[in-house]
Structure formats: structure tokens, C-alpha cells
């Protein structure tokens, strides 16, 4: 089981996108906000980003914003329940992962996978021993996880470190996911772990 007090998101920040990403966000940001579940995330104002913030806040939650400064000065940003504004794009990413019981990616763009996929080698390296979820709107990380099967098949991953990655289409299923699961602790350094790899 997952202690969920807080939960660090990662996701796009683009407006030009098909009305069901915002309605699955919507649809989070409620549910998180009824939990208690803390929003931790990038602080931006746009797209996913900014609707899950406002939604969360306005059903009465909690949300998070770590920002980097030059983009603090460069966009509008949402009255938040606190924004800590870092210098670098480091210090705000080591700030999020430090911060979150889980973590939990929305659909987005290059940025949103940078983060996803980082977080999850940390998970290999030993770094955290968290959940990581895919809120799979549109099938949209379809391509993601066809990726990882593929460095599966070819050796590149063991299938071990599949388990931690967690899936679902409706938020509301995910998150009792998330809550649900109890992340196996890995050890890279033992090959007897890493014999599973086809």
C-alpha cells in the first residue's frame, strides 16, 4: 500500500489539444482534491498544467508549483496553495521528486516524457522506491509502453522493472491503483534479480 499524502505530476502545458485530455484532467484534479491528496508540480498556468491546478483548488485542494525563474518571469501563473521558485531546471526537478508518495504522468509532450522517464530510471537506480502511473487518455502512452516491451525483447530492460508502472484510461481507477500498489524494491546490483529479461 501507498501512504499518498502527496502526489507529483507531470504533464503537458499545450492548449492545442483534444477536449477528452482536459475532461480526464478534470476529472483527477476533483478526485485528488476529495481525497486530500496534494498536487505537486511544475506551476505553469496553460494546458494540462494549469487545468488540473485550478480544478484541484477550486473543489478545495491542495497544489503545489516549483517553477524555475525564467520561467516565473515569463508566464502567468495561477494563485496556488504555494510556488517555490528555483534557479534551475535541476533544482526543480530534484524539488518534485523529493516531494511526491508517487508520481503520476499526464499526457504531454517532450518535457512530460523527459521527466517520466528520468523518474523511472531513478526507480532502476535505487533512487526511490515509488509509484510511478500513466493516466492512459486516448491510449496515449500506447507508443511508451510498445517501447519499453521493445528494449524488453531485445535485453536493453529487465522485465522486472516493468512493475512499477502502472496504467489505467479513468483517473478515478488509477488513483485507487496507485494507492493500492506496493512497489517491489529492485536491486540492480544483484544479477540473480535481472535473470528475467525475455
Not at 499545450?14 to 478534470?26: I, K, T
Not at 520561467?71 to 523529493?98: G, P, Q, W
Request: negative net charge; hydrophobic residues 40%.
Amino acid at each position: 500500500m501507498t501512504n499518498l499524502n502527496r502526489i507529483t505530476v507531470f504533464c503537458g502545458s499545450s492548449e492545442n489539444v483534444d477536449r477528452l485530455y482536459f475532461e480526464a484532467v478534470e476529472k483527477l484534479g476533483k478526485q485528488l482534491a476529495l481525497k486530500g491528496i496534494e498536487v505537486v508540480y511544475g506551476g505553469g498556468n496553460v494546458g494540462l498544467m494549469g487545468a488540473l491546478a485550478r480544478t484541484v483548488l477550486k473543489h478545495g485542494g491542495k497544489v503545489t508549483g516549483i517553477i524555475p525563474r525564467k520561467i516565473y518571469d515569463n508566464v502567468a501563473h495561477v494563485e496556488l496553495s504555494e510556488l517555490i521558485i528555483v534557479e534551475t531546471m535541476h533544482e526543480r526537478k530534484a524539488k518534485m521528486y523529493d516531494h511526491g508518495d508517487a508520481f503520476l504522468a499526464l499526457p504531454g509532450g517532450i518535457g512530460t516524457l523527459e521527466e517520466l522517464t528520468e523518474i523511472y530510471t531513478w526507480y532502476q537506480l535505487e533512487y526511490h522506491n515509488k509509484p510511478i502511473a500513466l493516466l492512459n487518455t486516448k491510449n496515449y502512452y500506447a507508443p511508451y509502453h510498445n517501447m519499453l516491451n521493445h528494449m524488453v525483447s531485445e535485453g536493453f530492460l529487465a522485465r522486472q522493472y516493468m512493475e512499477p508502472l502502472l496504467s489505467h484510461e479513468d483517473p478515478i481507477q488509477l488513483l485507487e491503483m496507485i494507492e493500492n500498489h506496493r512497489v517491489p524494491k529492485m536491486n540492480k546490483w544483484n544479477q540473480d534479480d535481472l535473470t528475467d529479461r525475455i
